[in-house]
């Protein structure tokens, strides 16, 4: 379906994962759930509804440890490896505690190192037309620090703003990392768009920023209509068509 041009805009700013870069390809909750049992030695077996539980009792203990920190501070292995604690004690997990969280994050690393990061294929000519046109382009993501990925891709130098945090009150859904962007880029924010997968963290930090709010939908998943203020694409190549 054809998209009506968005006019009047200069500036764009862009989420990192699942937007320029491919989606994670595993299934986040599964990966934690065969993890769980694999440092556990299937001694035990923990339904769907107590994991998941037990991670939502771990990203906040975890989320709240944090708050306080510096806008770009990062988790570290311990931080990764405390979340585990937090996650296997709330399952009922008290022996060899340490040891084993520490082997779920030995366990993560394994799998992150299998499956590296790759840009999405038409990233790289998406951005260098958007920049040719004379957008101003800008990062905005909860990931940790992206500018060495940026630089390994070959697109580091197409932005003029980079923000980065994972601290509540800086990350998405907030919107300081955005106006951030558009102060950086001298461009007031309801000039700029910015684009991102997430529904529940892109798109509110786009509408409390000023931003046009910009969702792209990658393969498997599914939106709902509704929101006259949000427009929604698939592939990235379909912004040189909203950007003419």
Known sequence: MPHRPLKDYSAISFDIGGTLIEPFILPVFEV???FIHQVCDDECRFSNEAIANALDVAEEEVWEAVAEKDVNYFFSDE???????????????????????SHMQTLWMEIL???????????KETLEQLKHREYGLAISTNWNDPRDL??????YDMFQSIQFSIVPGYCKPAP??????AHEMGVNPLKCAFIGDDIKRDV?????AGMH????????????????GLTVIHELNELLELFD
């Open 213 to 228: 709010p910009i969702l792209i939908v990658n393969e498997g998943k599914e939106i709902t209509p509704g929101d006259e």
């Open 32 to 34: 934690h759930k065969k």
């Open 113 to 123: 190192a299998a499956n590296p990061d790759k840009l999405k294929p038409d990233a």
């Open 150 to 155: 940026l630089k390994s891709h070959g697109i």
């Open 79 to 101: 931080d990764w490896t405390k979340r585990n604690r937090i996650l296997l004690r709330t399952l009922g997990i008290t022996e060899m505690l340490d040891e084993r969280a």
């Open 204 to 208: 509110p930090a786009a509408k409390n």
């Open 176 to 181: 300081y990392m955005l106006i951030q962007n």
